[in-house]
T-cell receptor, first 112, second 118 residues
């Protein structure tokens, strides 16, 4: 089983739609969680951190359920510029080694 | 804001030669840097975790003698692909953690390096 799993998509949605991405992680020692966005042939860029209390940044809402080891990202009122791959990222502290593990990414294509 | 600089952004080398990729944190100290590779339409695969002043920790399946990592200072880590082969052609990307006060342990990525071995 992969350490971080995501539905690879693609998600094809019309402009203005609401879309949700899900992610599960297997290591219960995981301590920090993030959503990154990656455009084609570019480096990933931090979209937002994810907290158990849930957090919102404009049209983006992230949620963490530690009991279920589940992370979500909700995008409201999708824009064409939201088209990208969204990466679920987990950081955990394993003894002397900190590991940042990426999910496979979910491809979002927003259609005009 | 904090920046991680990676160099070179693109490199083409002949099979059998070695290539060095540098990763620098420009305005923060990075005790830990991560090296990834990414194949087309695939996710980033962690290769190794680089800790300043100590040996890198490699992920299972990554040859440490082929992918040499050096983290000699708090702002620089290097990845050397030794005796490169065409199958090493990939997008290599580094990231660094800012553990400074108020940073929130933010992780920043370099711009990535496209390696093509011919």
């Amino acid at each position: 089983r992969k350490e971080v799993e995501q539905d690879p998509g693609p998600f094809n949605v019309p402009e203005g739609a609401t879309v949700a991405f899900n992610c599960t992680y297997s290591n219960s020692a995981s301590q920090s969680f993030f959503w990154y966005r990656q455009d084609c042939r570019k480096e990933p860029k931090l979209l937002m951190s994810v907290y158990s209390s849930g957090n919102e940044d404009g049209r983006f809402t992230a949620q963490l359920n530690r009991a279920s080891q589940y992370i979500s990202l909700l995008i409201r009122d999708s824009k064409l510029s939201d088209s990208a791959t969204y990466l679920c990222v987990v950081l955990y502290y394993g003894g002397a080694t900190n590991k940042l593990i990426f999910g496979t990414g979910t491809l979002l294509a927003v259609q005009p | 804001g904090a920046v991680v600089s990676q160099h070179p952004s693109r490199v083409i080398c002949k099979s059998g030669t070695s290539v060095k990729i540098e990763c620098r944190s420009l305005d923060f100290q990075a005790t830990t840097m991560f090296w990834y590779r990414q194949f087309p339409k695939k996710s980033l695969m962690l290769m190794a975790t680089s800790n300043e002043g100590s040996k890198a920790t490699y992920e299972q399946g990554v040859e440490k003698d082929k992918f040499l990592i050096n983290h000699a200072s708090l702002t620089l880590s290097t990845l050397t692909v030794t005796s490169a082969h065409p199958e090493d052609s990939s997008f290599y990307i580094c990231s660094a953690r800012d553990r400074g006060f108020g940073s929130g342990n933010t992780i920043y990525f370099g711009e990535g390096s496209w390696l093509t071995v011919v």
